[in-house]
């Protein structure tokens, strides 16, 4: 019922807000009033302060000191003696203070000197543990490479069984029993040699040599054998001396 009374009388509203205003310029201006009355109670007091000073020196004669000798000594004196106090206070002052920087210089350059031992401390560890990462790191990488090398020989020693026995099974030596087709043709007083041993000659020259992989065609070379080494890219002939062959490079 109250809100539907302030909805209809608006007028209502307005008159709350402006003695809310009025009531806050009200207190607004008794606070500074009181500042105001803070002040003047201020000044009244050192008014009377002054005053009262003001009264003692007028009821005071001042004693007129006589210009002799005598005087102006002792009261050199006694400025000589103030001054010389003063000073003696301000000597002790920086006594102290050289003092207290003395002690805090020893201290700061004990600190100093504890951080450089750390220092040389840290970099004396840090060169030994690089030197031992780099020591474990070569150690482990030859100790992978010794165990490559060794698996790939025993790889290499079973291929090489593995062809020769392929090898001697199809590519046998020539029966010297069997008379030759051609009997104008004398036989060979060498000794032959299988394709087996023909094939690693060429390879050990390869490898041994290579600058110079040619090997001299002996009568202990079969010719077919080398016939068909040639016929099938397996070796090559030298280009100038027939009587000359290699194996071909297949891993360049």
Same mark, same amino acid.
């Given at each position: 019922?109250?809100?539907?009374?302030?909805?209809?009388?608006?007028?209502?509203?307005?008159?709350?807000?402006?003695? /809310?205003?009025?009531?806050?310029?009200?207190?607004?201006?008794?606070?500074?009033?009181?500042?105001?009355?803070?002040?003047?109670?201020?000044?009244?007091?050192?008014?009377?302060?002054?005053?009262?000073?003001?009264?003692?020196?007028?009821?005071?004669?001042?004693? @007129? *000191? !006589?210009?002799?000798?005598?005087?102006?000594? /002792?009261?050199?004196?006694?400025? &000589?003696?103030?001054?010389?106090h003063d000073l003696e206070l301000v000597l002790s002052t920086i006594q102290s203070k050289n003092e207290k920087l003395k002690e805090d210089l020893e201290r700061e350059q004990q600190w100093l000197k504890e951080q450089q031992q750390l220092l040389e401390s840290l970099n004396v560890l840090h060169?030994?543990?690089?030197?031992?990462?780099?020591?474990?790191?070569?150690?482990? @990488?030859?100790?992978?490479?010794? /165990?490559?090398?060794?698996?790939?020989?025993?790889?290499? $020693?079973?291929?090489? *069984?593995?062809?020769?026995?392929?090898? $001697?099974?199809? &590519?046998?030596?020539?029966?010297?029993?069997?008379?030759?087709?051609?009997?104008?043709?004398?036989?060979?007083?060498?000794?032959? @040699?299988?394709?087996?041993?023909?094939?690693? +000659?060429?390879?050990?020259?390869? &490898?041994?040599? !290579?600058?110079? !992989?040619?090997?001299?065609?002996?009568?202990? &070379?079969?010719?077919?054998? +080398?016939?068909?080494?040639?016929?099938?890219? *397996?070796?090559?002939?030298?280009? $100038?001396?027939?009587?000359?062959?290699?194996?071909?490079?297949?891993?360049?």
């Amino acid at each position: 019922m109250s809100v539907n009374q302030q909805d209809l009388d608006p007028d209502s509203t307005t008159e709350v807000e402006d003695v /809310t205003d009025a009531e806050e310029e009200l207190i607004k201006e008794c606070e500074e009033l009181w500042k105001d009355m803070e002040e003047l109670s201020l000044l009244i007091m050192q008014m009377k302060c002054l005053t009262a000073e003001l009264s003692q020196w007028q009821k005071e004669t001042p004693k @007129i *000191i !006589p210009l002799n000798e005598e005087v102006l000594l /002792t009261l050199g004196k006694e400025e &000589f003696q103030k001054l010389r106090h003063d000073l003696e206070l301000v000597l002790s002052t920086i006594q102290s203070k050289n003092e207290k920087l003395k002690e805090d210089l020893e201290r700061e350059q004990q600190w100093l000197k504890e951080q450089q031992q750390l220092l040389e401390s840290l970099n004396v560890l840090h060169k030994e543990l690089k030197q031992q990462v780099v020591t474990v790191s070569e150690s482990r @990488i030859f100790n992978e490479l010794k /165990t490559k090398m060794h698996d790939i020989k025993e790889y290499k $020693e079973k291929l090489l *069984i593995t062809l020769g026995e392929f090898l $001697e099974d199809h &590519f046998p030596l020539p029966d010297r029993n069997v008379k030759k087709k051609k009997k104008n043709v004398q036989e060979s007083t060498a000794q032959l @040699i299988t394709l087996h041993e023909m094939l690693e +000659i060429l390879l050990n020259r390869l &490898f041994d040599v !290579p600058h110079d !992989p040619y090997v001299k065609i002996s009568d202990s &070379f079969w010719p077919p054998y +080398i016939e068909l080494l040639l016929r099938n890219g *397996i070796a090559l002939r030298h280009p $100038e001396d027939p009587t000359r062959i290699r194996l071909e490079a297949y891993h360049q």
